[in-house]
C-alpha cells in the first residue's frame, strides 16, 4: 500500500511513527501558516500538528474500504 497508510498502521504502537508522519506535513502546515498572523503562527502550528496526532491516533484502518467495495456503491 502507500507509504502514509503504513506510516499510520505504524503509529498505532510507536510514538516514532507519529513524529515521522508530522514531519511528512510539515512543508503544507507551514504553507497555510502563511495566511495567518505572524503573532498567531506558533500557537496554530502546534494545535495542527496536535490535531493531526489525535485524527492518526483515531482512524481506523480496519473501515478503510477497498476497490470492489467502491465498486459496489
Known amino acids: 500500500m502507500g507509504i502514509l497508510y503504513d506510516l499510520v498502521k505504524e503509529a498505532k ?3 516514532e511513527y507519529e513524529t515521522k508522519i508530522i514531519r511528512r506535513f510539515e512543508p503544507k502546515i507551514r ?3 502563511y495566511l495567518t498572523r505572524l503573532e498567531n503562527r506558533d500557537d496554530l502550528e502546534q494545535e495542527l500538528k496536535i490535531k493531526l496526532i489525535r485524527y492518526v491516533r483515531d482512524y481506523s484502518l480496519e473501515n478503510v474500504p477497498g476497490l470492489f467495495d467502491e465498486k459496489k456503491q
Open 13 to 15: 504502537g510507536n510514538t
Open 31 to 33: 504553507k497555510s501558516l
